[in-house]
């Protein structure tokens, strides 16, 4: 798989003071949620690749998720035109000319070959939030089948700073989320591997890494689906090479050390 690298990072999470401290979240327009950047088309046809090579790895899916899974598609596709996209019944045109077909049988695969972020889908359970489906083909350092029909809890526990003070905090984030208010957030991770397809198991060796020159950064989303009520977690990944970083963003980079303090893969 090759590298694919921005030259920008629009949201450095260690730049501003409200979201250097977990969660760090802050409300953002429904408008805002879905981005398409400089790599847009690099992005999706590594996706393209990963969904042929790796498939039972990156998607899976309960039966109780196929109606938030299909509201999903449903609902971005009447966001898709604000973006570039020009749709036409079935057909959607791709801000780089390419046409793909809606097909509300694979909602999650239709949204990976429409758009670089990727999805997973969770409902609220016995007072948990459990993740019942998604499609991940870009993960940092942990593996969507270990985690599937599993709750929030388990989900984070290879992260040390995420306790159990912490995990309450979420779960009252989560439970709060509103349709017409998504919430973000973003993470900092060092990589000396840039590739974006990472899965790696809790168990695995060398899991973390502290020093590389490759920033990785999700911008992670959450939004309330308006009819299954299920909450998507979105997750858009920039990895940019840390010399590319502006100025600012790396006087404050380098101030935090090489251990960045909200790496939570």
Not at 11 to 30: D, N, S, V, Y
Request: net charge negative; aromatic share 6%.
């Amino acid at each position: 798989m090759g590298v694919i690298l921005q030259k920008t990072l629009p949201f450095a999470p260690w730049m501003q003071a409200h979201t250097t401290k977990l969660p760090g979240i802050q409300p953002i327009k429904l408008t805002e949620w879905l981005q398409v950047d400089e790599v847009y088309t690099e992005q999706l046809l590594e996706k393209q690749e990963i969904l042929k090579n790796q498939f039972d790895q990156v998607h899976v899916m309960a039966d109780e998720c196929i109606p938030a899974a299909e509201e999903l598609l449903n609902l971005i596709v009447t966001l898709l035109p604000d973006l570039g996209f020009i749709v036409s019944g079935k057909k959607v045109q791709r801000p780089d000319g390419i046409e793909v077909l809606i097909d509300t049988t694979k909602p999650l695969i239709t949204l990976s070959k429409l758009l670089q972020e990727d999805f997973l889908i969770m409902t609220e359970q016995a007072g948990e939030h459990v993740l019942i489906g998604g499609c991940l083909c870009f993960p940092a350092s942990w593996n969507l089948l270990e985690k599937f029909m599993k709750p929030l809890t388990f989900i984070h526990v290879p992260v040390p700073v995420y306790d159990e003070s912490l995990a309450k905090r979420v779960e009252r984030l989560l439970s709060s989320v509103k349709p017409e208010t998504p919430l973000m957030r973003g993470n900092t991770l060092r990589y000396t591997n840039p590739t974006l397809f990472l899965p790696k198991r809790n168990s695995d060796p060398e899991r973390k890494e502290i020093r590389g020159d490759f920033i990785r950064s999700e911008r992670q989303t959450l939004v309330r689906l308006p009819k299954t009520k299920a909450v998507v977690f979105s997750i858009h990944t920039y990895v940019i090479k840390e010399e590319d970083l502006t100025s600012s963003q790396k006087i404050g980079l380098q101030k935090l050390g090489p251990l960045l303090p909200y790496e939570d893969s």
